[in-house]
């Protein structure tokens, strides 16, 4: 396994269970990819997810969480002062929306069968293998049933039978062809609730006016299956994950850099790492972005420039601010939105430029974890989506740039002037070198347009006992599908390269 990101993480406990021999390679000093934190003068940030969704699809792994569902999934702040608060009730949310939008609430409740629709061809198509491979079970059934189980009941773990094949209507349900802004023009008349259907394309490192509505799914997936918080921070995913791939016998390798895939013409041969040493394997799995696979590990030009003309996906900028007391109905999660939303991803996408009115997300654990931040005090990650890339290349430097952010949020309600104790910043490049997350890896999310997921790197490589996992890969961005992703490669190489004749038990002693 080149890297130690969640998928690759899934695909190395399931390959061991199976009783194969898996070794781990990290260049970093930690396993768990954007599962990262940053710590300092006792607050705690989370670096990647704020949120974790379908947690059964852990939980059906064995991997012990100590979990606490979010009531309020997020609160979105729009530029005209207006908010809109969700939370995993559909009816509840959709009376929210009549509040805010008088007469759109019954065009929410469309808009969320819809998803539940889309989701529930999704669990037979994309979210369960490729066409060639192997059907797997999904993390999930339809979010429009059984809405009230919990984490590893029925709707959150293991189905209980087979997973049916696609059926003919399935690709008609994800609308393709449709972007995502037009299946949310199709629903809202409201210019808010377009924009908070919009913002689903970030999962993605996507633009809303360029990527597939099948994105829309998500808000099936929240209001079926639960927002949940991990206790200490999403970081203890990939702790407990770390636990059980000990306990299933995997061995890892921390701060070892793979510098090659080894390879003749038909099948791969094992991996070199940075310190010269050849390690011999039938099974590669590359838990990496996609264009370094083809450009560097296994260079491939042809395959390098098919996936760059996809383009860049977007990357983040992180405002880790220490804040001095509590502000009084923060909810743990919250969106303030831009004024512009297409001039917002046009900066990112065209001018390759941080946006000049910026949508921010703030991520407050102290909200829920007290551990997260001292007494009377509050821990908040701003994240901002900015072109991948170089930051010396923004025509406001970093620090000029978190100044702009800082005074968008005070004049939309979120003033911490005199609060903060003080704000760590982490560039694109920080975040890509210093804890390999969010770097903007390269797929077809951002500029593949609506059929940008089929045209997206497949989970088999070109080469026999090659596979990837990852953002990069079908079926790509957000924790729980790349976590799929590690069980749709799982199920490949089981079917490529049957377990050896050593039992599980002896695997996982």
């Not at 007391?325 to 917002?344: K, N």
Request: glycine share 12%; net charge positive; charged share 25%.
């Amino acid at each position: 396994m080149v890297g130690g990101g969640v998928g690759g993480m899934v695909a190395a406990l399931l390959l061991a269970r199976d009783g194969h021999d898996v070794r781990i390679y990290e260049r970093l000093p930690r396993l768990g990819g954007k599962l990262a934190e940053h710590r300092r003068d006792g607050f705690t940030f989370s670096i990647g997810p704020s949120l974790l969704t379908l947690p059964g699809l852990f939980l059906d792994l064995g991997v012990p969480l100590d979990l606490l569902e979010l009531d309020e999934l997020c609160r979105y702040r729009f530029a005209d002062g207006s908010t809109l608060s969700t939370c995993r009730d559909p009816e509840r949310t959709a009376e929210a929306v009549d509040r805010l939008a008088p007469g759109e609430g019954p065009n929410w409740r469309a808009f969320h069968r819809w998803a539940a629709r889309c989701l529930d061809a999704s669990t037979r198509t994309f979210f369960a293998g490729p066409p060639s491979g192997p059907v797997v079970e999904p993390p999930f059934r339809s979010a429009g049933q059984r809405s009230g189980d919990r984490p590893g009941g029925p709707a959150g773990g293991r189905p209980s039978g087979p997973l049916p094949r696609p059926r003919l209507g399935d690709l008609l349900a994800v609308a393709p062809g449709r972007t995502l802004h037009a299946l949310a023009a199709r629903f809202f008349r409201d210019a808010r609730l377009r924009q908070y259907v919009d913002r689903y394309a970030t999962y993605a490192g996507s633009n809303p006016y360029r990527a597939p509505a099948a994105l829309g799914c998500v808000p099936a997936i929240e209001h079926g299956d639960g927002g949940w918080y991990v206790r200490g921070g999403l970081p203890r995913l990939a702790d407990a994950l770390a636990a059980s791939l000990d306990k299933a016998g995997v061995e890892i390798r921390l701060e070892t850099e793979i510098t090659e895939v080894i390879a003749d013409a038909e099948r791969v041969g094992g991996v070199r790492t940075a310190l010269g040493e050849a390690v011999r394997a039938d099974i590669v799995i590359v838990n990496a972005d996609a264009a370094s696979l083809y450009g560097r590990l296994l260079p491939d030009r042809a395959r390098l420039r098919r996936i760059a003309r996809l383009g860049l996906s977007s990357s983040a900028f992180l405002m880790l601010a220490a804040v001095e007391g509590r502000t009084e109905g923060l909810p743990h999660h919250s969106i303030v939105f831009s004024a512009d939303y297409r001039r917002e991803f046009g900066d990112i996408f065209d001018r390759r430029r941080p946006p000049e009115d910026p949508t921010v997300y703030i991520g407050c654990p102290a909200v829920a974890d007290a551990t997260q931040a001292p007494a009377g005090a509050e821990s908040w990650s701003m994240l901002v989506n900015v072109p991948a890339g170089d930051p010396g290349r923004w025509p406001t430097p970093p620090e000029a740039y978190a100044e702009l952010v800082l005074d968008r949020l005070a004049s939309r309600g979120h003033d911490l002037s005199g609060r903060l104790r003080f704000l760590d910043l982490l560039t694109p490049a920080d975040l890509r070198d210093r804890y390999g997350a969010w770097g903007g890896a390269i797929y077809g999310g951002a500029y593949g347009g609506p059929l940008a997921p089929f045209r997206r790197p497949g989970n088999r490589g070109p080469r026999r006992g090659l596979y990837l996992v990852g953002g990069s890969a079908h079926p790509g961005g957000g924790l729980p599908l790349v976590a799929m992703g590690g069980r749709i490669v799982a199920a490949l190489a089981r079917r490529d390269f049957p377990r050896s004749t050593r039992r599980p038990e002896e695997a996982r002693r």
